[in-house]
């Protein structure tokens, strides 16, 4: 093999039954269930146990995998601490980095990931993904109030993931309706096959990392403009465009400039992205609960994404998963340096599943390069330079 391949597309990374792409039809699955299936009709805790066992759980199994979640929303008050020393202006990205990679020190134990069968403590790898997942949100949404230099909201038991999370985050039980749009979020967000930050999860796995070091290289993967942070982006240029008379001129002058239009594109959907349909659909749900208020970013997004249709779709480039997903945040009230902490919640689900796999069947990854400097020479003492 010698053909090199920039940001190794269509090279395949691995082998995976976790998640597929059909890129042409436009259809994404999980464990082989259509993701607009699992939106209409799962919750967040069911889509983790089946991104990582691999089938729906009984109602038993979900309850206790439920339970476990529901324990394991509390940090340490050293964690806390920690997150209270840390710049208000930090990027919630960078503050989630840190927070997970820290978890790290208080739950050691990945000696026990040994050889190429590092599999083998099957409990070990459960009680740290559970650990993770569980403190995600909570992490998320101690931020908010600790940067705003209030004391954190303590979880609650008794509600579900989402709801805590929406609760955690605004001190009061979200309605139904907001709830349940956050959790099909999550469930959208929560795995999508090998992309930059998963792929991260399979090298930095491959090394027998501890957990919590390979999702915090998952997260700082995931913070970068190309990949998750471009919900914050969509919004910024929604609130520049201003209103949908603008849009058409906007579009232009970017492509004219050979920039992107955020929210746009994807390395493997020709069509557009499922995601954006179901969230379009949950923004216009939303919308019409609302009174048919419309958010004008609303119109303004559509605006801008029959444009790009115009433009683009000739070269397969459509509407993605953070076109709408920055809108539909917004208009619950979270801040939009938020959006990509969100993200990587739900997606710390795939992440996690994705690390099993690889040490299932574990080797290093060592790829090679094409070298293109200087040949072998001598070196040059600092006088005779
Ligand atoms: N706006 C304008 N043009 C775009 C575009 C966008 N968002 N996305 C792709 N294109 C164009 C490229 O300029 C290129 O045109 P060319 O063939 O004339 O050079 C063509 O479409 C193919 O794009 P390419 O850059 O090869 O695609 P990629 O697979 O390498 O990149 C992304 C995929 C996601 C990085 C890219 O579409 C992008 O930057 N999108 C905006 C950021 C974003 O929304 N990211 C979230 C992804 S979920």
Redesign the pocket.
Known sequence: MSEYLP?L?GVPATKSNISNIDGEKGILSYRGYPIEELAKNSTFEETCLLLLDGRLPTAAELSDFDEQLRDNRQVKYHIRNLMKTLPESGHPMEMLQTAVACLGMFYPGNECLTGADSCQDLDYIHNMTVKIIARMGTFVAMWEHIRNGYDPILPRHDLPYAENFLYMLNGKEPDPLLARIMDVCLILHAE?TI?ASTFSVLVNGSTLASPMSVIAAAIAALSG???????Q??LEMLKEIGTPDRAAAYVDK??AN???????????YKTK?PRAKILQGLMAEFMADRGGNLNPMFEVAKEVEKV?ED??AK???YA????YSGLLYSEMGIPADQFTAIFAIARSAGWLAHWREQLSDNRIFRPTQMYTGEPVRKYVPINKR
Do not use: Q, S, T, Y
Not at 225 to 231: D, E, Q, T, V
């Open positions: 940001g597309a999508h992309n403009p190309l990949h998750g942070g471009a919900n982006k969509v970017k492509l050979k920039e992107v239009i955020w929210g746009m594109g994807h390395r493997e992205d790009c433009r683009l070269k397969g480039v993605n998963v953070d076109f």
